[in-house]
């Protein structure tokens, strides 16, 4: 019998220095990979947080800008309280 494994969403970033702000300084996410073919070439990296993984690229075509993802979250309140207390000028969970 088939065994479907993880969805790992591929996301589209414009700008490196908001994404990191966004993605591990206020969400929480840390860096497993990053990769690049040569030095001035787009980055693809992978984060992960508590199980969930998500891939963030630069190369254009990956991911649409405007896509929709959703994450199972055990502890939601928790979690948004965690987000409430950070000084995050866009924080409006």
Known sequence: ?????????????F???KAREFYLDFL???????????????LYMGITREGCELHL???HGDGSPGAN???EVVGIVDLHREFKAKNYRFNRP
Do not use: Q, Y
Request: proline share 8%; hydrophobic share 40%; net charge negative.
């Open 15 to 17: 700008d490196i220095v």
């Open 28 to 42: 929480g996410f840390e860096v497993r990979f990053e990769h690049r073919f040569e030095d001035n070439a787009p």
């Open 1 to 13: 019998m088939p065994n479907l494994g993880t969805v790992t969403p591929i996301l589209r970033m």
């Open 57 to 59: 690229s630069e190369h």
């Open 69 to 71: 993802v959703r994450i």
